[in-house]
Nanobody
Framework: QVQLMESGGGLGQPGGSLRLSCAAS????????MGWYRQDPGKERELVAS???????NYADSVRGRFTISRDNAKNTVDLQMNNLKPEDTAVYYC?????????????WGQGTQVTVSS
């Protein structure tokens, strides 16, 4: 059974930092790509950052230079370091994992963790 479990998040101040972590079952190495998405109420879920099994990263323009995604197969986690937080970063953040199963691309999601940026 595939499970993704987020931790971290909470309340951050503008200009401050927060770190999100995602633990996977089975191991992170079983996923072709991992990523973080976020969603505000009434808006579509959007990609924040992703990293492939080969280490190629991709960032949304709105977070590039402020957020860093890292994948650690030994620790079995994918982390999102968020620096220089802005109020517009407030959202529910979801861990995402992609696997190809029997030729089909399958997306897996965590339960989400709230990030609120406010002074």
């Amino acid at each position: 059974q595939v499970q993704l479990m987020e931790s971290g998040g909470g309340l951050g101040q503008p200009g401050g930092s927060l770190r999100l972590s995602c633990a996977a079952s089975p191991r992170i190495s079983s996923f072709n790509a991992m990523g973080w998405y976020r969603q505000d109420p009434g808006k579509e879920r959007e990609l924040v950052a992703s990293v492939t099994s080969g280490g190629i990263t991709n960032y949304a323009d709105s977070v590039r230079g402020r957020f860093t995604i890292s994948r650690d197969n030994a620790k079995n986690t994918v982390d999102l370091q968020m620096n220089n937080l802005k109020p517009e970063d407030t959202a529910v953040y979801y861990c995402n994992g992609v696997r190809y199963e029997q030729g089909w691309r399958v997306n897996y999601w965590g339960q989400g963790t709230q990030v609120t940026v406010s002074s």
